[in-house]
């Protein structure tokens, strides 16, 4: 099992940028894929990103490509998100999440830990 704790979170302007973190305690951080999702009020939590356990592969929504940045640092256990260019519709709760699967899912159903979430708000 392990335990996850994001951070960063806040109020940013649009056009503005932030960076989530995740610290991870309990199992080896390593052996999960890790995800970013986000729910916004009145909508069902959407997948951001995703990273595979070395780091080799990532994946991004659409809505996030070339704005979004996932990262992690086994090392110390943390995963990170870095958001440029931010936009009033990116507006959520931002979870982070591992998963015991090999491959990098899109799908919440398939992660089988999640922390509590951050908020991140951007004004226009």
């Known amino acids: 099992q392990v335990q996850l704790v994001e951070s960063g979170g806040g109020l940013v302007q649009a056009g503005g940028s932030l960076r989530l973190s995740c610290a991870a305690s309990?199992?080896?951080?390593?052996?999960?894929?890790m995800g970013w999702f986000r729910q916004a009020p009145g909508k069902e939590r959407e997948f951001v990103a995703g990273i595979s356990r070395n780091s080799g592969n990532t994946v991004y929504a659409d809505s996030v490509k070339g704005r979004f940045t996932i990262s992690r640092d086994n090392a110390k256990n943390t995963l990170y998100l870095q958001m440029n260019s931010l936009k009033p519709e990116d507006t959520a709760v931002y979870y982070c999440?591992?998963?015991?699967?090999?491959?990098?899912?899109?799908?919440?159903?398939?992660?089988?830990?999640w922390g509590q979430g951050t908020q991140v708000t951007v004004s226009s």
């Open positions: 309990g199992r080896t951080f390593s052996i999960y894929a």
């Open positions: 999440a591992a998963s015991q699967a090999w491959y990098i899912s899109s799908r919440p159903d398939e992660f089988d830990y």
